[in-house]
C-alpha cells in the first residue's frame, strides 16, 4: 500500500534488462553512442519533430532548470503556478541555472493557469519599464502537481496568451506520459503544436530507473542546452545507461503502456475512496495523483497497517479528533494493483 511518489515503484523489468543488454563491452561516452542516435531518431519520430534536438539527463530538476535556463535571462521572468515543482520542490535550481531570472507565481483552480490569469498578472509588469523584470518564460507541469491535467486545447490558448507578452513556453512533463494518455492525444498534440517551445519527457516516475528526455523544438537552441548541460555537471559520460533506459521506454511504447496502468489505478483507487464517510477529493484527478481529505481514523487504520502515503505530518502527530478531516497525497504508479487498491480503502473505510 504505497501511495508515497511513483517515485518509490521499483523499475519496471524491461528497463532492468535494457540497462543489463547495455552493459556488454565499449562503446563511446558522453551521448556520442549509437544509442542515443537511434533515441533522437525516435523521439522525433514520436513527436512528430524531424527537426527537434534531443538530450537526456537524469532528473527532473535538472530537465527544469536547464530547460527553463535556455529560455529565459537572469533580468527575465518565469511565470508558473504557485504549486509548481519549480516554484516549491528545487530549491531555487530554476533562479540558479537561469542566473536570478524572478519566478512569479500565478494562482488557478486544480494546479492550473488560466490566459486570463496569465494576462492580468502580466499586465502588472509593464514591460518593457527598465524597473520591472522582463517577460522570459511561461511554465506549466503536465500532470499539474495537484493531479489535474491540461488538455492540448487549454495549453494552446495559454501559449498563445504568453506569446502575446513574448514569453517563451516549457512544458515540465515529469510525468508527460500520464498527461498525453488522460488527455488521449498524440505528443505533438500535447506539445509543439499546441506552441510549446520545451518540453521535458519523463521517465524516472513512470518505470525508469533514472532519466528524462528535454526535447527542445527549436534546433537553433541545442548547443546552448548542450554547454548549459555540461557546465552544469548533468552530461553523464557513461550516457549509454540512460540511452538504454529511454530505449527500453520508447519501445513497443512502455511509456504509454505504464502511463495508462498508473492512471487506471489512480482512478480505481479514487472510486475505491469515494464511498468512505467523509471523503473529500481537493482537486480534480484526472490521472495518478490525487489530493483528498478523510476522517484521522482512517488514515491512523490505514497507516498502523502500512499504508505509506505524504500527509499533515503536524496534524497527524497530534492527538486531534477521530473526525478530523486530514489531507493526503496519494500517487499511483504503473506498478500498482487492485489489491492493494482494495486493502487501503478497506482500511480507510475501517
Ligand atoms: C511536476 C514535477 N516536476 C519535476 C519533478 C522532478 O523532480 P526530481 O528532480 O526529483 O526528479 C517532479 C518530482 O517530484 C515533479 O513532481
Known amino acids: 500500500m504505497i501511495f508515497g511518489s511513483?517515485?518509490?515503484?521499483?523499475?519496471?523489468?524491461?528497463?532492468?534488462?535494457?540497462?543489463?543488454q547495455a552493459n556488454t563491452g565499449y562503446t563511446t561516452s558522453y551521448g556520442t553512442e549509437d544509442a542515443m542516435k537511434q533515441v533522437t531518431a525516435q523521439i522525433r519520430d514520436l513527436f512528430e519533430a524531424p527537426e527537434a534536438a534531443v538530450y537526456l539527463v537524469a532528473t527532473g530538476t535538472a530537465a527544469n532548470a536547464l530547460a527553463l535556463a535556455v529560455y529565459t535571462q537572469p533580468y527575465q521572468s518565469v511565470f508558473c503556478h504557485e504549486l509548481a515543482h519549480v516554484n516549491m520542490d528545487e530549491c531555487g535550481a530554476p533562479e540558479f541555472f537561469t542566473n536570478g531570472a524572478k519566478l512569479v507565481?500565478?494562482?488557478?483552480?486544480?494546479?492550473?493557469i488560466t490566459p486570463d490569469t496569465l494576462r492580468a498578472k502580466a499586465a502588472g509588469f509593464r514591460n518593457p519599464d527598465i524597473?520591472?523584470?522582463?517577460?522570459?518564460s511561461l511554465s506549466i507541469a503536465n500532470v499539474t502537481e495537484t493531479g489535474s491535467v491540461y488538455t492540448p486545447a487549454e495549453i494552446t490558448a495559454l501559449t498563445a496568451a504568453a506569446r502575446d507578452c513574448g514569453m517563451a513556453s516549457y512544458l515540465d512533463g515529469a510525468r508527460l506520459a500520464n498527461a498525453i494518455v488522460a488527455a488521449g492525444c498524440t505528443p505533438a498534440e500535447m506539445t509543439w503544436k499546441a506552441g510549446i517551445d520545451v518540453v521535458s519527457f519523463g521517465g524516472t516516475k513512470n518505470g525508469l530507473m533514472g532519466v528524462e528526455a528535454v526535447i527542445l523544438f527549436d534546433p537553433q537552441k541545442a548547443w546552448e542546452f548542450e554547454?548549459?548541460?555540461?557546465?552544469?555537471?548533468?552530461?553523464?559520460?557513461?550516457?549509454?545507461?540512460?540511452?538504454?533506459?529511454?530505449?527500453?521506454?520508447?519501445?513497443?511504447?512502455?511509456?504509454?503502456?505504464?502511463?495508462?496502468?498508473?492512471?487506471?489505478?489512480?482512478?480505481e483507487l479514487e472510486q475505491a475512496l469515494a464511498s468512505v464517510d467523509g471523503f473529500a477529493p481537493l482537486?480534480?484527478?484526472?490521472?495518478?495523483?490525487?489530493?483528498a481529505k478523510w476522517p484521522r481514523a482512517g488514515h491512523e487504520r490505514a497507516q498502523a497497517a502500512g499504508a505509506y502515503y505524504y500527509d499533515e505530518p503536524e496534524a497527524h502527530g497530534k492527538n486531534g479528533a477521530p473526525d478530523d478531516l486530514l489531507t493526503a497525497r496519494l500517487v499511483c504508479n504503473w506498478n500498482t494493483t487492485?489489491?492493494?487498491?482494495?486493502?487501503?480503502?478497506?482500511l480507510v473505510r475501517g
Not at 105 to 112: F, H, V
Not at 283 to 291: H, I, K, S
Open 338 to 346: 487492485s489489491e492493494e487498491i482494495a486493502q487501503f480503502a478497506a
Open 283 to 291: 482537486y480534480r484527478r484526472d490521472a495518478n495523483l490525487m489530493f
Open 6 to 20: 511513483d517515485n518509490m515503484a521499483p523499475v519496471h523489468p524491461a528497463a532492468m534488462a535494457a540497462l543489463a
Open 105 to 112: 507565481e500565478l494562482t488557478g483552480a486544480d494546479g492550473k
Open 131 to 136: 524597473h520591472r523584470v522582463q517577460f522570459g
Open 227 to 267: 554547454l548549459r548541460r555540461k557546465r552544469a555537471g548533468h552530461l553523464f559520460s557513461k550516457h549509454r545507461f540512460l540511452a538504454a533506459q529511454m530505449q527500453a521506454y520508447l519501445r513497443d511504447d512502455l511509456w504509454r503502456q505504464l502511463a495508462s496502468r498508473a492512471n487506471a489505478a489512480g482512478a
